[in-house]
């Protein structure tokens, strides 16, 4: 298992506040299975705003001491970036990308994607990156027309759900939006978003669901293969779910046909 979104980072922003549970919440994802984490901390322009350097510093202290723990855990760094007019020169000037990735996790107001969402996210695009749109599933647009999640993957946009969502932790719209989205194929990861105010298990559970309604397929493409391709740079399609329809009807069966179909 990989998980592409959390806030893990000690005192950045509204995540972790504390060293010690941050280890804490490392070593549980290791237990439990997670074998690679993105740091994504809040990069919001006037907010949450700092240089790459600042974010290096407190990064690799995290990852010095989780390895003194022993803590076995692929550990890479990443931000989750509110997107705003000229967002681009903050990410090419502190390499706000997923690792050492095209991929850049992008949120925007929830209470509906801003009219200039496009025009803030085709500068990417057109640069080369790769955006996420993070828990696609609590933007009230989306949940008012979860089509629209579709449209945005058909412009070159990922989108990612969080697990949480799945579980009914942000209320039922929410989760049946998160749910629409996996059943019809319109969304390309899962992830915790986890702040650290509780352990570490909606990935876990999340994921059990996921094999338990769809199937294992699923599962693994959403957890692991889809974010595994962050690294590797294999490609992941913005369209995976083929329905088959046939492309004629079949003649219809007299009675005796049907009595033995
Ligand atoms: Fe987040």
Redesign the pocket.
Known sequence: MIDI???LIPNIDD?SKDLQDSLKQLAKMAEGGVKRVYL?S?YFRGHYQYSRDEYDKRFNLLIEKAKEEKINLDIQPGF?IFLQPDIITDIQKNSLTLGNSPYV?I?SELNGLPNDFYNNIYPLLRAGYKPIL??AERYVSIMRKPERAESLSHRNIYMQT?SGSLLGMYGEKVMKTAWTLVNNGWTHFIAS?D?VRGTYFANFEARAEVERRIDHHTAHLLFHEYPEAIETQDIIPYQYVHIYRPSHRHKRRNWLQRLFA
């Open positions: 979104h959390t806030h995540g994504t809040h989750e996790l949120e993070a828990h969080n978003d702040h």
